[in-house]
C-alpha cells in the first residue's frame, strides 16, 4: 500500500471561515490581485443568517454604509435580496438615522456564494482547519532543539513552549493532513470553534442550525501561546406561518420609498414588492410560564457557563431581569420570501422544548403556531482581548490577522467590518503598503475596532450609536464622502467611483455656498407660505441658510420660496439640509475631533519597556502592557489608566525624547 502524501498548495491569503467576515476578507483580498483561498465546514454556510435574517439596524446600517464606502459586498448583497426595508429612527436627528432591510435568508447566502465563485483569483474549500503553521522569529524562553532547527512550530507543542515568543505565519493545516502555505491568515472562525448548541437538557456540539462545529484550530491556538474565552449567544424558535392568526397581531410595513444600502446601487432597482412584518407581545402568562419553570433553564441551572451578550438578552433573561415588564415586543419576521418559516424576534431562549412549547403558544397569534426549530444557545470559543493592533494583526504572530465574532463581537455588520479591513491589511502588509487604521473620529468602524482592541469585553461586543463620540459627523448618509478614500487608496474603489465622488462633493460645496447668499426679501406670499408652515414670518430680508436652520423648516420643504434652485439628486440635497442646519454642532464637534487627533497623533514605541516608567501607578503600567496601546489618545482610553497616568506617560515620553536627541547631538 502507499504512503499517504499530504496535498501541498501555495496561496498569499488562507481566509478561516466564510461567513461574514471570512466573505469580505477573501473579497478584499482576492480583488486586490492576491491569490486567496477561503475555507468553510460546509459550503452552504458561507454568508449564512443563523440568526434573524436581517441586515442593519440601529448603527449597524452605519457600518453597512461604510463597508459599501471602502469598497466592501456587504451592502450590495442585502440591495439585490431584501424583502423588507425601513429607515430607523427617523423622528430624530440624522446622526442615528438606521438603514434596516429583512433578507430572503437563501436569497442572501446564494447571492453572496454566487460573488465568491466568480470572484478571480479566489478558490473556495470546504474543509475543518485543524493547525497554524508559523515559524519562530523570536525567542525568550527555551524551546524543543527540533522545533528550532525546523523552523516551524505548528502549535501541536504544550503551551508554556510558545508563551512569549513571536512567529511568521507560513500557513495553514487541514483535518485531512493537507497542507496550505500562504504569506497571511486570517481567522473568521464566527462562532464554530467548540461550538456547542444548548437547549433543556439538550447539549449537542454542533455548529449554528445544526452545521459541523470547528473543534480542532482552538487547541492548536492555545499551543501557541493565543488566549481564548468562552462567549455565547442565541436564538428564537422559528415557526410555520401558516399557523399564525395575523389578526390578532399589529403589521408592520417597508417603507414606500426604500433606500439602498450600497452608494452604487440605482434607487430605482430597490423599488420592490416588500413582505410585511408583524408585532404582538408577551403577557403575563408568558411570564409565568417562564418564572415557574426557570430552574429548567441552561441559563440559571449552570448547564452553560459562557456569556452572552447583554443587549440581546433571552426571553428569560428578560422577565427575570425586567420583572417590572408585563410585557415584551415580539416582532415576527419572514426568513425569505418563498418559504412559510418565520423568525421570532424578541423570544431567543435555550428553554426546555416543552417550556418553549408552552410560552411561545401563549403569545396573541401565536397559539396554534407549529415549531419548525427550537430555539437554542450556542457556546464557542473565541478571542481573549488585548492580543490585537488596531491593524486586527495579532501583536505576536506577523501575518496573523483575525476578524468578526471571534475577536468577541456579535453580529453579521460587525463581523463583516472587521473581514474588510482584516482582508485589506493582510493585502497590504503582503505588498509592502501602508494598513487603513480608521480612527473613532473617522468612522463607526473605527470605534468598533478600537473597542475591542483597548477594552476588556467581557461579552459579545455590540455596535451601538452611543459608543461613538463623534456621531453627528458620522452619519450614514456621509459614509461615502467620509471613507471613499480609503478604499480607493487601497484598490478596492475604483477612479470612476471617485470621479462620480468629486463630482457629488462639487454639487454639495456649490448649492450650501448658492444658498449661503440667497436672499429671501418679506412678501405677502413669503410670509403666508411660512405662516402655513407653523413658522415666524419676515419683518426683513433673510438668508435662505438662516430659515433652513428654524427647526420646523428643512432644505427641500423651502423649494417653493427659491425658484432659482438647480435640479440636484436626492443625495446631494440631503447633504445640503444637514450641514446647513447643523451647521453649529458640526462646528463644535470638528473642533473636537481636533483635540482628539492630538493625543491620536502621539504614538507611543511599540518597543517601549512600561517597568522603566516608574511613576505609573501598578495597574496602569499592567494594563498598558497588557494592551500595549499605539497611542496616547488609545492608551487614555483603556479601563484602569486614570488621566494622571496618561500625564505621566507623557512626561516620560517626553525625558526619553529629549534623552535620545541629546545621545545624538553627541
Not at 64 to 87: C, P, W, Y
Not at 447 to 467: A, C, F, H, Q
Not at 515 to 528: F, G, L, M, Q, R
Request: glycine residues 6%.
Amino acid at each position: 500500500m502507499s504512503e499517504y502524501k499530504p496535498i501541498t498548495e501555495e496561496y498569499d491569503v488562507a481566509v478561516v471561515g466564510a461567513g461574514h467576515a471570512g466573505c469580505e476578507a477573501a473579497l478584499a483580498c482576492a480583488r486586490l490581485g492576491l491569490n486567496t483561498v477561503v475555507f468553510t465546514v460546509s459550503v452552504e454556510s458561507i454568508a449564512l443568517m443563523p440568526c434573524n435574517p436581517n441586515i442593519g439596524g440601529s448603527s449597524k446600517g452605519h457600518l453597512v454604509r461604510e463597508i459599501d464606502a471602502l469598497g466592501g459586498e456587504m451592502g450590495k448583497n442585502i440591495d439585490r435580496t431584501f424583502i423588507q426595508s425601513k429607515m430607523l429612527n427617523i423622528s430624530k436627528g440624522p446622526a442615528v438615522h438606521s438603514l434596516r432591510a429583512q433578507a430572503d435568508k437563501a436569497a442572501y447566502t446564494m447571492s453572496m456564494r454566487k460573488t465568491l465563485e466568480n470572484q478571480k483569483n479566489l478558490t473556495i474549500v470546504q474543509q475543518e482547519t485543524s493547525g497554524i503553521l508559523a515559524e519562530i522569529v523570536s525567542e525568550s524562553t527555551k524551546t524543543p532543539e527540533s522545533r528550532i532547527n525546523s523552523g516551524l512550530f505548528e502549535g501541536e507543542t504544550v503551551q508554556k513552549t510558545a508563551d512569549e515568543k513571536n512567529f511568521r505565519i507560513t500557513g495553514i493545516r487541514m483535518v485531512s493532513g493537507a497542507v496550505y502555505h500562504a504569506k497571511a491568515v486570517i481567522l473568521c472562525t464566527g462562532v464554530y470553534l467548540k461550538a456547542r448548541c444548548i437547549y433543556g437538557d439538550v447539549s449537542q456540539y454542533t455548529g449554528p442550525n445544526g452545521l459541523m462545529a470547528a473543534n480542532h484550530l482552538s487547541q492548536s491556538l492555545l499551543d501557541l501561546g493565543i488566549r481564548l474565552v468562552r462567549f455565547k449567544t442565541g436564538t428564537p424558535a422559528r415557526i410555520d406561518g401558516r399557523t399564525i392568526d395575523y389578526e390578532k397581531m399589529a403589521i408592520q410595513p417597508g417603507d414606500e420609498t426604500v433606500v439602498p444600502f450600497s452608494f452604487s446601487t440605482d434607487p430605482k432597482d430597490v423599488q420592490i414588492e416588500q413582505v410585511p412584518c408583524w408585532l404582538t407581545y408577551t403577557n403575563e402568562k408568558t411570564h409565568e410560564i417562564i418564572r415557574e419553570n426557570i430552574d429548567r433553564s441552561p441559563l440559571y441551572s449552570g448547564a452553560i457557563h459562557a456569556t452572552g451578550p447583554r443587549y440581546c438578552p433571552s426571553i428569560e433573561d428578560k422577565v427575570v431581569k425586567f420583572a417590572e415588564k408585563d410585557r415584551h415586543q415580539v416582532f415576527i419576521e419572514p426568513e425569505g420570501r418563498y418559504t412559510h418559516e418565520m423568525y421570532v424576534d424578541g423570544m431567543s431562549s435555550s428553554m426546555p422544548e416543552d417550556v418553549q412549547h408552552a410560552m411561545y403558544h401563549s403569545v396573541p397569534g401565536l397559539e396554534h403556531a407549529k415549531i419548525v426549530r427550537n430555539a437554542y444557545a450556542i457556546e464557542y470559543d473565541c478571542l481573549a482581548p488585548g492580543q490585537l493592533k488596531n491593524t486586527l494583526e495579532f501583536r505576536r504572530f506577523s501575518g496573523l490577522f483575525s476578524a468578526g465574532q471571534f475577536n468577541g463581537s456579535s453580529g453579521y455588520e460587525e463581523a463583516a467590518a472587521q473581514g474588510l479591513i482584516a482582508g485589506i491589511n493582510a493585502a497590504m502588509e503582503i505588498r509592502g503598503r501602508n494598513q487603513i487604521v480608521l480612527d473613532r473620529s473617522e468612522a463607526y468602524i473605527g470605534v468598533l475596532i478600537d473597542d475591542l482592541v483597548t477594552k476588556e469585553n467581557l461579552e459579545p461586543y455590540r455596535m451601538m450609536t452611543s459608543r461613538a463620540e463623534y456621531r453627528l459627523l458620522l452619519r450614514q448618509d456621509n459614509a461615502d464622502l467620509r471613507l471613499r478614500k480609503y478604499g480607493h487608496e487601497a484598490g478596492l474603489i475604483t477612479d470612476e467611483q471617485m470621479e462620480a465622488l468629486r463630482n457629488k462633493e462639487e454639487a454639495i460645496f456649490s448649492e450650501i455656498s448658492r444658498v449661503n447668499e440667497t436672499v429671501i426679501a418679506p412678501s405677502e406670499d413669503v410670509n403666508h407660505f411660512l405662516e402655513e408652515n407653523e413658522s415666524t414670518p419676515l419683518a426683513s430680508g433673510t438668508m435662505l441658510s438662516e430659515l433652513i436652520k428654524r427647526p420646523e423648516l428643512n432644505y427641500e420643504g423651502l423649494a417653493a420660496l427659491d425658484p432659482a434652485r438647480p435640479e440636484l439628486p436626492q443625495d446631494v440635497r440631503e447633504q445640503v439640509n444637514i450641514e446647513i442646519k447643523y451647521e453649529g454642532y458640526i462646528r463644535r464637534q470638528k473642533k473636537q475631533v481636533e483635540q482628539f487627533k492630538k493625543l491620536e497623533k502621539r504614538l507611543i514605541p511599540e518597543d517601549i519597556d512600561y517597568e522603566k516608567v516608574r511613576s505609573l501607578r501598578i495597574e496602569a503600567r499592567q494594563k498598558l502592557m497588557h494592551f500595549r496601546p499605539a497611542s496616547i489618545g488609545q492608551a487614555s482610553r483603556i479601563a484602569g489608566v486614570t488621566p494622571a497616568d496618561v500625564t505621566m506617560l507623557l512626561v516620560y515620553l517626553e525625558q526619553n525624547k529629549a534623552a535620545k536627541q541629546a545621545e545624538n547631538e553627541e
